[in-house]
């Protein structure tokens, strides 16, 4: 079983619509959770940074951490074009970091 | 301008050859991670070094050699006996008390 399973889509969603990305994982011990931004043949981006249980917002982005169900999601509302991009979690419980595949949104003018 | 550089952008290999793909930062990070990226695999861990003169191998190793002889300088060599090293390379690096990891730009090598 894998650290971390995200589902790698693709996602297509109209611009405007709410997303919702998630990733699960079995490693009780992470306490730390990101959320990075890829666009095609560049390096990650970090996003959003959350610590244990709980939600986080910036902007468009909410980020949440429900570890009783070791499952943490993105939502990004009001899509824009511009979010198209491929949307990686990670999580750490140290020096070590374990990421998701990856899911490929596309967001339609 | 801070950040993390890699470079080349782009780098091909014939087959029995090293390489060597450059990564710097001036954020002054204490660690820094060697990732490779291949479709539908996530990012795996190469290398990762906590300080200057240490690092400690990641979960595909083999085939590849790193040095940190500066705080700011973290490279990786792909050796001939990687068998295959075509893919995506990823340099991070990470503030001493932080738990993110702000990553480079890329460097994709390509055997031919």
């Known amino acids: 079983q894998k650290e971390v399973e995200q589902d790698p889509g693709p996602l297509s969603v109209p611009e405007g619509a709410i997303v919702s990305l998630n990733c699960t994982y079995s490693?009780?011990?992470?306490?730390?959770f990101m959320w990075y931004r890829q666009y095609s043949r560049k390096g990650p981006e970090l996003l959003m940074y959350t610590y244990s249980s709980g939600n986080k917002e910036d902007g468009r982005f909410t980020a949440q951490v429900d570890k009783s169900s070791k499952y943490i999601s993105l939502f990004i509302r009001d899509s824009q074009p511009s979010d198209s991009a491929t949307y990686l979690c990670?999580?750490?419980?140290?020096?070590?970091?374990?990421f998701g595949t990856g899911t490929s949104l596309t967001v339609i003018p | 301008d801070g950040g993390i550089t890699q470079s080349p952008k782009y780098l091909f290999r014939k087959e029995g050859q090293n390489v060597t793909l450059s990564c710097e930062q001036n954020l002054n990070h204490d660690a820094m991670y060697w990732y490779r990226q291949d479709p539908g695999q996530g990012l795996r861990l190469i290398y990762y070094s906590q300080i200057v003169n240490d690092f400690q191998k990641g979960d595909i190793a083999e085939g590849y050699s790193v040095s940190r002889e500066k705080k700011e300088s973290f490279p990786l060599t792909v050796t001939s006996a990687q068998k295959n090293p075509t893919a995506f390379y990823l340099c991070a690096s990470r503030p001493g008390r932080s738990y993110t990891q702000y990553f480079g730009p890329g460097t994709r090598l390509t055997v031919l």
């Open positions: 990670a999580m750490s419980a140290g020096n070590q970091f374990y």
């Open positions: 490693n009780s011990a992470f306490q730390y």
